[in-house]
């Protein structure tokens, strides 16, 4: 018998074969993304925490009730007005390095309506820091340190906000989710914002653009005008043990 | 002219697709390789909220999830329950969980947990509020609120 030739085989169709389980795998695959607000909560609180004094005015109150809606500093606020407060509120009485000094305001109920930004001059900080080192307390010498080279990369000093200056959030247990999601990224989108433009007239970048370099190449450099930036407009928002206020009528 | 029309008209020459299926291959593994797989199941509904400012974790084996929402199938009832690991669980149920999540990790990494929390829109905060609690417990303190990107609003 004559042998036949070995007949090859048509690959056209692999192709298209290949093509159906790319097809397969792009729609049956439903990608999880792990983005979203990111939170670091507070320790426990210990029974025996002793209540701190605060000034009034040093707190900026935001709370949401059952029927989500926003009381801002004892006012009835729409969410898209939310950050523009909260701006207001963070720049205080000025300079933090781009805002001119301006004067408190005091309200009908005799509270002071911003907290009063204070001066950290470097020629102080230097004599504090040496005031430090003699006592041995390395770690307060530290911090002082951390605003001296803030000073330093600003290029002049600048006020800064005081320790018990901090937005305060208080939710009803039914306030929806979709409002207290709302309300955090307002808020943290107006400090976001501050600390762009802080960064942006002063290095020349933006505060996101520095933490996602820093990410990458770990530069000390970048570090340094990251915390530059952290402490003229630090993130402080506290929110208030969870109560049931939902037969208190706002 | 038409110096360069002379010829004889040749057909032309089969471009040959043998290596399609390679290059097809090629790119079926790429996505194979790229695409994060939903490692378990949702059994609750869960619409994400959209917000601007959110942030993304690189290292993904450190992120343990939490779902909050409607049960999938209606006779779990209507009411907001709290999904751990592929069974619904109760509040209280939380503080055994992170403990036994974190001995799933290196015990270098045990205190870089991460808890994503991925909640419906519609969920009331009161049961929300009842988990970062007992997270505060167990001192998980690093929380991701699930959620979609958008652009910001009026700045």
Do not use: C
Not at chain 2, 128 to 151: C, G, I, M, P, W
């Amino acid at each position: 018998m004559a042998r036949r030739e070995l007949q090859e085989i048509n690959a056209g169709s692999m192709a298209d074969i290949a093509f159906l389980l790319l097809v397969f795998w792009l729609v049956t695959t439903t990608i999880d993304s792990d983005e979203g607000v990111k939170r670091q909560l507070p320790p426990p609180v210990p029974d025996d925490l002793e209540q701190q004094e605060v000034k009034e005015g040093d707190v900026y109150n935001v709370r949401t009730n059952f029927r989500d809606s926003l009381l801002v500093e004892k006012k009835v606020l729409r969410i898209s007005e939310l950050k523009a407060g909260a701006k207001d509120f963070l720049i205080a009485t000025g300079d933090g390095l781009l805002n001119p000094v301006r004067d408190n305001v005091e309200l009908a109920d005799g509270n002071m309506m911003y907290p009063e930004r204070v001066w950290v001059r470097k020629s102080e900080l230097l004599i504090l820091e040496q005031s430090y080192l003699v006592a041995g307390q390395t770690k307060r010498a530290e911090k002082v340190r951390d605003k001296i080279r803030a000073i330093e990369l600003f290029g002049g000093d600048y006020r800064e906000l005081p320790g018990s200056a901090l937005i305060s959030l208080q939710t009803d247990r039914n306030t929806s989710y979709d409002l207290y999601m709302q309300v955090q990224n307002e808020l943290e989108a107006a400090i976001n914002e501050l600390r762009d433009e802080l960064a942006m007239a002063k290095f020349n970048m933006t505060y996101a653009d520095l933490e996602e370099r820093y990410g990458r190449s770990k530069e000390q450099s970048l570090l340094d005008r990251i915390l530059a930036v952290r402490l003229v407009y630090p993130q402080r928002i506290s929110e208030a043990e969870p109560r049931d206020a939902s037969a208190t009528y706002y | 002219m038409g110096k360069f029309n002379k010829g004889k008209k040749r057909g032309m020459a089969a471009i040959s697709t043998a290596s399609l299926p390679d290059i097809v291959f090629i790119l079926l593994f790429f996505f194979m390789m790229t695409t994060v797989m939903q490692t378990e199941d949702e059994m609750v509904k869960v619409v994400r909220p959209e917000v601007s400012e959110v942030y993304k974790i690189e290292k993904k084996h450190l992120i343990r999830y939490i779902n909050i929402g409607t049960p999938q199938d209606k006779r779990y009832g209507t009411e907001p329950v709290i999904q751990l690991n592929d069974q619904f669980a109760d509040a209280s149920a939380i503080q055994e969980w992170v403990k036994i999540e974190r001995l799933t990790l290196a015990e270098a990494e045990q205190t870089k947990m991460w808890v994503s929390m991925k909640v419906d829109v519609e969920t009331k905060m009161g049961v929300v509020t009842d988990v970062k609690q007992e997270l505060r417990q167990a001192s998980a303190l690093k929380v991701l609120y699930s959620a979609n990107s958008r652009e910001r609003t009026g700045s």
